[in-house]
């Protein structure tokens, strides 16, 4: 290892995530260009226990460096953290470049344990995963995640976003219902299968890439996860600009979808619809569709364990800011704001904050090294270090101009936080628990979090525990699982 890396893999390996993130950070910058320490910071990722982090930047690595050696390091890291799936991408890539893969044919067939089904048959090709599961007798294809389908029950990943369990349940679903599967990633470049299907499934524009695949009679189903997509660009763009206006600088859309037309078009070729989301989500659709939607709830991320009544309000009253993407569109930036404006505020912004570099240009002051604001990078939901951070905290922030369903608040409520958040979240709270954002100006921001600390421990600790019940009955696996059993039960 070099030696400069030295501190960051001891603040990881002593618990120090604050400094280790800030290390890595800058350990990444310094030595973007060089593939070897890519490799080696990737190696201390791993060694920390993020995966994902590890996997992102050896596939950096090998942008940089796109020799046989480099795509066989990141399939044996892939392989080594339970990732067959993109371990088997890094393979053939590495064999398509003149190199030696001896483990793909180990990985490229065999078969993976599904709950409720038992041993299931997979095969990796390029591009697209098939599960065969015992007497099935209808053929499904499926353009949604590849990655987690070859994952085991607890793997760590399947905590980083909750659409890596929608595609894991969805799947399961279906070949309990007797349908073998072809499963491809969502998007143009992916791999196009060959055959028809009884019944094609898609996110985003997939059902007209996949229009070619449907049998006479087959079903097409939409994955919805979102807001109307131009409602949700135009909500971005606005915030944007209010940004611009206020701090001056440039920042450029993070969740802005490309193709609304073809979005559009997908959803009205479809037979039925799934959306994440609430009533207000749905509403923003045309009404002649709203009929063939159903709706379902997110799932919230995994967490070690709900705060218990006598700790749901820390002396502390910190905040939590927690989500991935898309800082302006979430509102860190009005919560910033807010903070700054009143010196009694401490918050705590968990995510993926330090790859936004425009948005760290436009407040590099307030997010180096402020007192009272602390980023702590990416962490992992059910981590002790994400859980000790959420301990200091009595409420989380989301100022969000456009969701389907947020995750993180599911999460957040789930945990044991107040939620401070807009109507434009899509969750439901309980009646007379919570506070909703109407406006989420900086200065009703502000009051919300004044209001926080102000009220008293019993009817604060009262209101939050309400929300936490209703989260944990709600957002959970079960009951997302249940509910989408019900709709294809009713679709199929």
């Keep these: 290892m070099r030696l400069d890396l030295a501190p960051l893999a001891e603040a990881f390996g002593e618990g120090r995530t604050s400094d280790a993130h800030r290390l890595f ?27 994902d982090l590890a996997i992102r930047t050896a596939l950096a690595a090998c942008r940089l460096d796109d020799r046989a050696d480099r795509h066989r390091q ?22 398509a470049r ?44 499926v353009s949604f995640h590849r990655a987690p389908l070859l994952l085991g029950e607890d793997h760590p990943a399947l905590g980083y976003h909750s659409a890596y369990l929608d595609a894991r349940e969805v799947a399961r679903l279906l070949m309990q219902r007797g349908y073998a599967l072809d499963v491809v990633d969502t998007g143009d470049d992916v791999a196009r299968p060959e055959g028809t299907f009884d019944l ?5 524009d997939d059902l007209l890439r996949c229009r070619d695949n449907a049998r006479p009679g087959a079903r097409r189903i939409q994955w919805m996860t979102g807001r109307h997509p131009a409602v949700q660009n135009a909500a971005e763009q606005a915030r944007i600009a209010a940004l611009i206006a206020r701090r001056g600088g440039a920042y450029a859309p993070k969740r802005r979808i490309e193709r609304v037309e073809t979005e559009l078009d997908a959803i009205r070729l479809a037979d039925s619809g799934i959306l ?87 407040y590099r002051e ?24 959420a301990e200091r905290c009595a409420a989380f922030l989301l100022p969000s101009a456009s969701e389907g369903m947020s995750a993180s608040a599911a999460t957040c409520l789930q945990l044991g936080l107040y939620p401070v958040l807009s109507r434009e979240s899509g969750i439901d709270l309980p009646a007379g628990s919570g506070r909703y954002l109407e406006t989420c100006s900086i200065e009703e921001i502000g009051r919300a979090m004044a209001d926080v600390l102000a009220m008293d421990v019993g009817s604060l600790a009262t209101q939050i525990a309400v929300c936490q019940r209703q989260a944990l009955a709600l957002y959970s696996r079960a009951s997302t699982t249940r509910r989408l059993d019900g709709i294809l039960a009713e679709l199929l």
Aim: with cysteine.
């Design 74 to 95: 990141l399939g044996d890291l892939c392989r080594a953290l339970g990732r067959l799936v993109e371990a088997g991408d890094a393979y053939r890539r590495a064999l």
């Design 98 to 141: 003149g190199g030696e893969a001896p483990a793909l044919a180990a990985i490229a067939t065999g078969t993976h344990e599904v709950g409720g089904l038992g041993a299931v048959a997979y095969a990796l090709s390029p591009g697209m995963v098939r599960l065969t599961p015992t007497g099935a007798e209808k053929r499904a294809l």
């Design 200 to 204: 094609v499934f898609g996110v985003h």
């Design 276 to 362: 994440i989301g609430n009533r207000a989500t749905l509403a923003t659709y045309p009404e002649e569709w709203q009929g063939k939607i159903r709706l379902i709830p997110v799932c919230a991320g995994r967490i070690r364990a709900p705060k218990p009544r006598e700790r749901l309000v820390p002396a502390e009253r910190e905040f939590l800011w927690l989500n991935s993407f898309g800082a302006v569109l979430k509102g860190l930036d009005l919560a910033l704001e807010a903070v700054l404006a009143d010196e009694r505020l401490i918050l705590n912004i968990v995510g993926h904050v330090d790859q936004e570099e425009d948005f760290l240009g436009i």
């Design 366 to 389: 307030a997010l180096s090294g402020h007192p009272r604001i602390r980023r702590h990078g990416y962490l992992p939901t059910d981590a002790r270090t994400f859980q000790a951070v």
């Design 25 to 51: 950070g800058e350990a990444y910058e310094r030595h973007r260009a060089d593939p070897d320490v890519l490799i080696d910071l990737a190696g201390i990722a791993e060694q920390a226990g993020l995966g």
